[in-house]
């Protein structure tokens, strides 16, 4: 049997409600039978300090101080409610009581932000794990103020969803800082509250002082006025749409683009008028007259199930239930691999933004169910091109991967039973071994493919991420052991390289002066990444 690997994805287009201008009058929640832990009645005036606007529905809302609001116990005013900053627990809070924290954070430099605010992000990013199935209202308005979730669940799932395809990869790490920033703020407020959580507040704030003088600041975005024109909250309101506009361009599926693009070529030169099933037809019907699109039918055996695309010429194949990717016409050739004898179907088609492909294993099954599916004797077969595959030393597990695409991500190929259970067996190990990084069977599954494909290094106690530009460590058991480093010039070249023939003897991989070593050697750069921790401590972790 087959199955696709990592990189298999859909991304809903992440719709953001109707949105109207900001308002200061009477808040939508009245009626509410139950409010979150942290929030209360307000009496407080308007007269706070402005930290954060979003909107509800078509209700805007701004944050802004109480006027008992103070350093040591901060209250934030959102409409016609408050809510004390140190009672919100990220791991039980409702969407408003999150919006009130986050806005605070980076008010108060607490969550080294730039940009789009946190919580915009925050609620963009949390749209994945909706479409996942880990939960589901994120927009809902009557859901706002009243339904308590655990945020930091809800962002390490869409994070490893995120982290598993390279196009996403940057909303993964800035998912994480999010996480990361809300566990530090978990751990700060259950201290006491006038030692620690007041030593990170002048801390941060000697940190700003000092960027100040040395010009070192980027620019600000400031609330200013107690009310909003329709054009300034127009304004407002696009920034946040920022993120998800980048998302929506990153993972849509390029099927419409290929198709519009195919047409647009073939039909050059071309004088003669043909309806619109026609043209599909004529379009796709290239040189090889035995696959012809006009003779594709639906067609199923026990594993697989091949569903025609005529729309966008080609086949869709089904493993297990599970769409494995649609080929064109001209992918429907077994790609041989001379040196290991691996058969593989690869498809262009299916793909981020042309940076992507999809793969399967073929088999018997597969090979004789697609020839009835396309209307053929036979399936041709072509040597493999432009892809090579590797086999992971651990269990022997092949993958296809594209040169240049190390440490973005390949496809794991599970070409049987016996693959099939070593694969499960490692995402278990995943599972049960790290559960404070590893929080469902799913990213388990993601993590044991990121190590087939070369891109983690496990310890005893986390694990080393190897990306193309990064390299990281997350411990399971306490994160203020992490570190990160970027990787810059032809660092990552080398490093891969070296990796190749020493992977195997390395030792300690879980600390950075290892990596730091090698990189050295191999006359390499990079930029180490201070953490907050680190920077509260003063020193760099190994």
């Known amino acids: 049997m087959g199955i696709n690997g990592v990189g298999s ?33 307000s009496e407080s ?44 627990d990220p791991n039980n809070a409702t969407k408003m009581e999150m919006f009130a924290l986050m806005s605070y954070m980076d008010d108060k430099g607490l969550t080294n932000n730039t940009g789009m605010k946190s919580f915009n992000k925050m609620t963009a990013y949390s749209s ?9 209202g994120i927009y809902d308005e009557n859901a706002a103020w009243t339904v308590e979730r655990d945020w930091i669940g809800i962002l390490g799932n869409a994070k490893e969803t995120f982290f598993s395809i390279p196009q996403t990869y940057n909303q993964g790490l800035e998912c994480e800082k999010i996480i990361e920033n809300l566990k530090k703020w978990s751990d700060t407020s ?62 849509r599926e390029e ?32 040189g090889n007259s035995e696959i012809k699109v006009s003779n594709f039918k639906e067609h199923e055996t026990p594993n697989y199930k091949f569903v025609p695309e005529p729309e966008i010429g080609g086949m869709r194949i089904l493993v ?65 091109e432009g892809y090579y595959i590797g086999t992971h030393a651990g269990t022997g597990i092949q993958y296809v991967m594209r040169p240049g695409d190390e440490g973005r991500g390949g496809k794991v190929l599970l070409r049987d ?22 929080t469902s069977q799913e990213s388990g599954r993601i993590y044991a493919s990121f190590e087939i494909c070369g891109m983690i290094e496990r ?20 994160y203020k052991k992490n570190w990160s480093a970027k990787l810059t010039g032809d660092t990552w070249e080398m490093l891969w390289k070296w990796l190749e023939e020493n992977r195997n003897r390395m030792e300690k991989v879980g600390e950075f002066s290892t990596w730091g070593n090698i990189i050295d050697e191999l006359g390499g750069s990079y930029e180490r990444v201070w953490s907050d921790e680190e920077i509260l401590q003063g020193y760099l972790n190994n």
């Open 320 to 384: 297990n239930g599970q769409s494995a990717g649609v080929f064109s016409v001209d992918d429907l050739k077994i790609k041989v691999d001379e040196q290991t004898g691996t058969r593989v179907l690869i498809s262009e088609m299916g793909g981020y933004g042309g940076a992507w492909y999809d793969a399967i294993p073929v088999d018997a099954e597969l090979e004789n169910g697609l020839a009835e599916a396309i209307g053929v004797e036979d399936i041709s077969e072509v040597e493999l």
């Open 128 to 136: 994945q794990a909706e479409y996942n199935g880990y939960c589901s």
């Open 255 to 286: 099927h419409q683009k290929r198709f519009a693009e195919t047409v647009e070529e073939k039909s050059v030169n071309r004088t003669e008028n043909v309806d619109s099933t026609d043209a599909i037809s004529k379009l796709f019907d290239t």
């Open 9 to 41: 994805f859909y991304a809903q287009n992440y719709d953001v409600p109707n949105r109207g201008r900001a308002t200061r009058g009477k808040t939508s929640v009245d009626d509410f039978a139950s409010m979150g832990s942290a929030t209360s009645l």
């Open 459 to 478: 310890t005893e106690t986390g694990f080393v991420r190897i990306g193309f530009d990064n390299i990281s460590y997350n411990d399971n058991f306490d």
């Open 190 to 251: 259950s201290d006491d509250e006038n030692t620690d959580y007041q030593k990170i507040l002048s801390e941060r704030k000697n940190e700003i002082y000092e960027k100040v003088k040395n010009g070192d600041t980027e620019e600000s975005f400031q609330i200013g006025g107690s009310s909003f024109t329709e054009k300034e909250w127009d304004k407002l309101l696009s920034e946040v749409d920022d993120i998800t506009e980048e998302m929506r361009e990153a993972m």
């Open 45 to 88: 005036s308007d007269n706070g300090k402005r930290i954060g606007l979003t909107a509800v529905g078509n209700v805007g809302y701004i944050a802004m101080y109480a006027d008992s609001s103070t350093e040591q116990d901060p209250i934030v005013k959102v409409g016609d409610y408050e809510v004390r900053v140190k009672d919100v």
């Open 417 to 438: 039973a016996a693959d099939v259970a070593k694969y499960n067996a490692l995402a278990e190990e995943y599972y049960n071994r790290y559960p404070n990084l590893v």
